[in-house]
């Protein structure tokens, strides 16, 4: 494309005078110089131009063209000393034949002279003719000495035929060599081979040749996950990234023939301002790239959680109020990559109105595409555009309208009206906020019952949506620096709405059973959307982002043309949108003060429901296999509960009529077996028939009825489908610290314990249920897997191996999690229940953490009832309900101190080990 030029170049490599330097060591060692002694003198070559690069790069971070242009000069002028030394002082021809005649063509990246520090060589040598002995001579020895200064060279050698007829079968091929530049060598064998390329290769492929790169496309897309707003993305291959824009280049270039990405706005592919942002994107991308291979010293193109930080550092980003260095830099990313997704759009319109009008339409073309005007709009073959440049300047509410009536009739927005909204979206000012019908126009969309995500992604992409709701343009392009959340907030955002709208059609009602049973029975839908909408609106502002978002809701919902209720219920749905989820997964479902006290923030059916819904959304939208069925499991235990005291009135049931009415739940599955209940279940305590769910109590009465009143170990594994996860009891004669013995088994074993209840009978045997998972939150199905999670368990019982080293030992889930910083934090609650204590632990997610924890709270002479563990990327939560050896809630201060400070002292420990 279009290059730079370097400046004092030969700084980087004088070519003349490496050249005589390799001339000098020849003439030293009268012609038989060693080849080391060349490549050594060519080594710090390389190694001095390296670093000279690498200090541009230092002063001007940002000044990505310079640095990749400079990268390909130097590799340049190595290849040509080389290129001449071989057939001078190595293979030296004096009278060569017509087939000995050799040209060196730098194709691909490198043939655009851009390259990262640490990118491909790639080199066709082609010749006239198969290959003579001395021409393969010659490559082979050039190849040689670019192995040895260690580059890693992507290379063919191919005759004119052949390069043709390669070039027509592969398109990768025709690809790279549509990028070709002459590097050394024949040049007028160069030129015959550019000709014969145009010719016979490109000439009449031009469609196909654009429908293959888009396809190929689409199928990076697909495996770089299909969203440009993937928190770690990859800067080449990624949606919106380098190659995108290479693409664009491509179509142009074999469509047009031009030779610079300049030459695209003469080609009237782009404008002049969307070309200055093509530029502008591009140069970013190739500054971000070279620092990420200057930082890990070889060819790394993902932007990776732990050198997001150093990148950003390097290109001197800062931290702001609210917003660290890295989220400010990530933003900007994403910002380019937003706008490389509204060039592409554009840049193929125009491509298919030339194409278009290259041929001649037929009678069925011209009656399919009939125009029909709907408010002013032009709709024609499935898009929406406007009659003229000025439409959305004649009245800018026309900017939101087009949105809603392309939602309206199902159809595209036509690139041309996104090119116009898009550099007319400053028009909607503060006028256009408040004016009534744009913001109908606006909740229209947002509520349409034909599912809204496409066209209020369209709406974002051009710039409007982040116009005419400016709350939600700050989050534009934000990014959550942490493992939890896989895309911007504007992204997640979109994506819930997307979720809200399927659970209301009844699409997702395999995945969201309990949520598509209630959204019907809502009565204010609005306000669940504009709910769903806030939700996340003040994040990246510094304070709490619900409390803020909440106070926002209140000016938002007014100026949407929401009515009083409704306004005062979306506050209140964003100030506790994280309630129910905290409820659900870090506190005990089964003890009565947990559903009494969220009953008594949520207070009515309308607000359960609509919290349940936006609770689902938000998850799902988190990203890829955050929602699981455990997660669905523990919502609908919580909602179902909630409900029923809510319909009761908040009544509660006495302690033994719930006792009465599990123990007939139980029967029930039992059938035949009933009798378990008097004999097996008779030494079971009341606190362990209100605690757990029937389907656990059952196969627990079958395993301590075939232990036969031994006290010996005894451990069984069941898959529970609707919690999506393997239910471990182990039954043995209760001792101090048990639960992180079992604890440390399981982890060794491969498996994540997410949930754990502990009880002990009146004649003193354990029974402990725990329910794992292994590192990606699927069940342990296989046989194998059950066998050696047993095996571990009754290992680490029987002190056979020594837990802590071990577990230090193992491999982390999250290898980046080192990226973050995970302040540990102990927090004790005496209201959450009123028979325990409830401690919640946040720290960094390791392997031996919980197994810590519980003997760290052993050692504290505390009882464990329960235990309950989420995670949130990079952090783990870890609930645990404890007594003193009384039973006794833990009220003094400094026992909470000392408690603490043991705690702490594990994780620590945890980190150490890791590290």
């Not at 592409?344 to 595409?369: N, W």
């Not at 199902?410 to 408040?434: C, Q, T, W, Y």
């Not at 989050?475 to 997640?492: G, K, P």
Request: aromatic content about 6%; glycine content about 6%.
């Amino acid at each position: 494309m279009s290059q730079p030029r370097i400046p004092n170049q030969r700084a980087i490599i004088d070519r003349r005078k490496l050249s005589a330097t390799v001339d000098a060591a020849v003439d030293a060692a009268q012609g038989k110089v060693k080849r080391q002694k060349i490549v050594a003198i060519l080594k710090d070559a390389l190694a001095t131009g390296r670093k000279d690069i690498a200090a541009r790069l230092d002063a001007e971070p940002s000044a990505g063209h310079k640095v990749a242009a400079a990268q390909s000069f130097l590799i340049d002028q190595l290849i040509r000393v080389i290129h001449d030394h071989v057939i001078t002082h190595v293979y030296p021809a004096a009278n060569r034949s017509a087939g000995e005649r050799l040209t060196l063509v730098a194709v691909g990246g490198y043939g655009r002279g851009e390259m990262a520090p640490q990118s491909d060589v790639d080199i066709a040598f082609i010749t006239p003719m198969k290959n003579t002995p001395w021409c393969e001579q010659v490559i082979e020895a050039i190849l040689y000495f670019l192995w040895d200064l260690g580059l890693k060279v992507g290379h063919s050698s191919r005759s004119l035929d052949d390069m043709v007829k390669m070039a027509k079968q592969d398109l990768t091929i025709r690809t790279a060599l549509l990028e070709g530049r002459f590097l050394w060598g024949d040049q007028a064998l160069f030129q015959k081979a550019s000709d014969r390329f145009w010719a016979d290769v490109v000439a009449g492929s031009e469609k196909q040749f654009v429908a293959e790169k888009l396809l190929e496309r689409e199928e990076r897309h697909k495996r770089m996950g299909d969203s440009r707003y993937v928190v770690e993305p990859n800067v080449k291959e990624g949606k919106g990234g380098l190659r995108d824009l290479h693409t664009l280049y491509w179509i142009g270039k074999y469509i047009h023939k031009v030779r610079t990405a300049s030459e695209l706005v003469d080609a009237g592919l782009l404008t002049r301002t969307e070309y200055r942002a093509f530029r502008r994107a591009e140069n970013f991308f190739w500054a971000v790239r070279c620092h990420l291979h200057t930082i890990t010293g070889r060819e790394e193109d993902r932007l990776t959680f732990d050198l997001q930080r150093e990148v950003s550092a390097r290109m001197n980003f800062v931290d702001r109020p609210g917003k660290s260095a890295v989220e400010r830099f990530m933003r900007f990313y994403f910002l380019q990559v937003k706008r490389v997704g509204s060039l592409t759009g554009v840049f193929l319109a125009q491509l298919d109105e030339q194409f278009a009008r290259s041929k001649r339409p037929s009678l069925m073309t011209r009656f399919r595409d009939r125009t029909r005007i709907v408010e002013g709009f032009e709709i024609s073959s499935g898009r929406i555009n406007v009659p003229s440049d000025d439409f959305f300047q004649q009245d800018p509410v026309r900017l939101v309208e087009i949105f809603t009536l392309a939602n309206a009739e199902g159809v595209e927005v036509h690139p041309n009206a996104m090119r116009l909204a898009d550099r007319d979206s400053g028009l909607i000012d503060n006028k256009v906020r408040r004016d009534k019908r744009a913001n109908a126009l606006l909740l229209a969309l947002l509520t349409s019952r034909d599912n809204p995500e496409l066209a209020l992604r369209w709406m974002n992409e051009a710039s409007v949506f982040g116009r005419i709701m400016p709350e939600f343009g700050r989050v534009v392009a934000q990014m959550q620096f942490d493992m939890y959340h896989h895309y911007t907030v504007d992204e997640h955002t979109i994506r819930a709405i997307g979720a809200l709208a399927q659970i209301e059609s009844g699409e997702s009602a395999e995945t969201h059973p309990t949520a598509t049973d209630i959204v019907g029975k809502i009565k204010y839908r609005r306000a669940l959307y504009v709910a769903v909408l806030m939700h996340d609106i003040a994040k990246g502002r510094g304070g709490d982002h619900s409390i803020l978002g909440a106070e926002d809701a209140l000016k938002v919902g007014p100026r949407l043309g929401l009515d009083e209720t409704e306004t005062e219920l979306v506050s209140w749905l964003v100030r506790q949108h994280l309630l129910m989820s905290a409820t659900a997964f870090k506190r005990d479902l089964a003890d009565p003060k947990t559903i009494a006290d969220f009953v008594a923030e949520v207070q009515s059916l309308e607000r359960l429901r609509q919290l349940m819904v936006l609770t689902v959304v938000d998850i799902g939208a988190v990203g890829p296999g955050v929602w699981n069925s455990w997660k669905s499991q523990l919502l609908s235990d919580l909602f179902h509960a909630a409900e029923e005291r809510i319909r009761l009135g908040h009544k509660s049931v006495g302690r033994e009529k719930g006792v009465e009415i599990k123990k007939a739940q139980v029967a029930d599955l039992l059938e035949g077996d009933k009798g378990l209940i008097d004999s097996a279940g008779k030494a079971m305590l009341s606190s362990y028939w209100i605690a757990e769910a029937p389907e656990v109590i059952v196969p627990n009465l079958r395993q301590i009825d075939r232990m036969e009143g031994q006290r010996k170990l005894s451990i069984e594994c069941h898959y529970s489908e609707n919690r999506g996860a393997t239910l471990v009891t182990v039954i043995v004669g209760d001792h101090p610290g048990l639960f992180s013995r079992i604890a440390g088994g399981i982890h060794l074993a491969g498996g994540n314990i997410i949930d754990a209840r502990f009880h002990t009978s009146r004649n003193g045997v354990a029974v402990d249920n725990l329910l794992v998972q292994d590192p990606l939150g699927r069940p342990f199905h296989e046989q194998h897997q059950i066998d050696r999670l047993k095996q571990a368990i009754e290992d680490s019982l029987a002190h056979r191996n020594e837990l802590v080293p071990e577990l230090a030992a193992r491999p982390l889930s999250r290898p980046r999690a080192h990226a973050f910083e995970v302040k540990p934090r102990i927090e004790f609650d005496n209201d959450a229940s009123n028979r325990f204590t409830v401690i919640e632990v946040s720290a960094r997610d390791r392997p031996a953490l919980l197994n810590r924890l519980a003997r760290a709270l052993f050692e504290e002479r505390l009882m464990i009832q329960s235990a309950h563990v989420t995670n949130y990327g990079e952090r783990a939560a870890d609930t645990f309900y404890v007594t003193d050896l009384l039973g006794d809630k833990i009220v003094s201060e400094s026992r909470m101190k000392a408690i603490e400070a043991k705690l702490l002292d594990a994780v620590r420990a945890t980190e150490e080990a890791a590290a």
